[in-house]
């Protein structure tokens, strides 16, 4: 059962030799990626992790959990962020990446401290997005005055 529900997060190409994600499964990494980026894991981040990916992808319990393992297990695999920022460019506009974008800072603030590495992720983030500076300075002004 679980496997059938993380297939459904994931997808292969034809020859099966690439695997490529679903939005999903691409920004619960990213987020994770943000949570790891201090190597000081927080229950609060963890906690604003849950609950930025039930909010964006109203999901249902289960799916929620196996989407959050997956993303972390995803995460910690990956070699860049690359494959999960490409698939955001095909399939989101602008409006929703500014979304992911948001949703990226909660977490880095989520433990009321900013690392400069969480920054900095964020930062590599926004530019394989092809966010602007100045929205990416937007963004975490929006987050740190709310």
């Given at each position: 059962m679980l496997k059938s529900v993380v297939e459904l997060f994931k997808r292969s190409n034809d020859e099966g030799q690439n695997?490529?994600?679903?939005?999903?499964?691409?920004?619960?990494?990213?987020?994770s990626e943000v949570i790891r980026a201090d190597n000081n894991t927080d229950e609060r981040?963890?906690?604003?992790?849950?609950?930025?990916?039930?909010r964006q992808f109203s999901l249902?319990?289960?799916?929620?959990?196996?989407?959050?393992?997956?993303?972390?297990?995803?995460?910690?695999?990956a070699v860049d962020l690359v494959q999960f920022t490409q698939v955001i460019n095909?399939?989101?506009?602008?409006?929703?990446?500014?979304v992911i974008l948001t949703s990226?800072?909660?977490?880095?603030y989520a433990d009321n401290s900013l690392a400069p590495m969480e920054e900095h992720t964020i930062r590599r983030i926004a530019d394989l997005l092809?966010?602007?500076h100045s929205q990416f300075i937007k963004t975490k002004l929006s987050v740190t005055d709310s």
């Open positions: 695997q490529t994600f679903s939005v999903e499964l691409a920004t619960a990494a990213l987020l981040e963890k906690q604003a992790y849950r609950e930025i990916v039930q249902d319990q289960s799916t929620l959990e196996s989407l959050l393992s997956e993303g972390e297990q995803t995460a910690e695999e095909e399939s989101c506009d602008n409006d929703k990446k500014k990226l800072w909660e977490i880095a092809y966010i602007p």
